[in-house]
């Protein structure tokens, strides 16, 4: 299969989709490993292929080095997705994210907080790099 900027539209539009599902069914409030779970299951129910908990391999000066540095959730090996449950996201979790899907060479991400009143609106960041133009449109 070949990834179009298209394909990864689509399918950010459906994991954006299950966040908003997951926060409908249980609202605000609750911790992010709950989250997690709930929106992992709802990528199962809506038949999404995912990883969890992927460790991000850090290369530096040539050798690989063994890290702590884990995303929550790779979507259809291409899309990176990082969870929170905190009150608003700070400038470092934008970075954090550009970081992962950077070592992991992934052209699209996607912040998610379930602290919020509406997903779509407030609780989600959507992220490209410079993979995503090199990316076919259709």
Request: glycine share 4%; with cysteine; aromatic share 10%.
């Amino acid at each position: 299969m070949i990834i179009t900027k298209k394909y990864l539209n689509d399918l950010t539009y459906k994991v954006i989709g299950c966040a908003i599902e997951v926060h409908k069914q249980i609202g605000p409030g609750l911790l992010e490993s709950v989250y997690e779970k709930c929106f992992l299951r709802e990528l199962e129910l809506q038949e999404i292929k995912y990883k969890n908990q992927v460790w991000v391999p850090v290369m530096y000066k040539g050798l690989k080095l063994e890290t702590e540095l884990r995303l929550d959730v790779v979507v259809e090996n291409i899309l990176c997705v990082e969870l929170k449950a905190q009150e608003y996201f700070i400038p470092i979790h934008k970075a954090t994210l550009l970081s992962y899907m950077q070592m992991l060479e992934k052209p699209k991400g996607i912040l998610i907080n379930f602290h919020c009143t509406n997903i779509f609106k407030e609780g989600q960041k959507t992220l490209v790099n410079n993979l995503f133009s090199l990316l076919p449109d259709e």
